[in-house]
């Protein structure tokens, strides 16, 4: 059962790298927009000027 199983998966894997390959030389273009990399980001700013950590306390009290 285990040599069965080495040579379908050795199989499906080729098969798959050829059809990766050829989707990659297509769509070599970045399409993404500048908001998705920017999104992650936003909580880490929003967190470090809130109030529950005080990174940046006012002087002008």
């Known amino acids: 059962m285990m040599i069965t ?3 379908v998966n050795r199989y499906f ?3 798959e790298l050829d059809e990766v390959n050829l ?3 297509e769509s070599s273009e970045l399409s993404a927009p500048l908001i998705y990399a920017v999104i992650p980001v936003l909580p880490i700013i929003y967190i470090s000027f809130s109030s529950i950590f005080n990174f940046f306390q ?3 009290s």
Do not use: A, G, W
Request: charged content about 25%; proline content about 0%; overall charge negative.
């Open 13 to 15: 894997d080729s098969k």
């Open 23 to 25: 989707n990659i030389e």
């Open 5 to 7: 199983y080495y040579f």
């Open 58 to 60: 006012s002087q002008l």
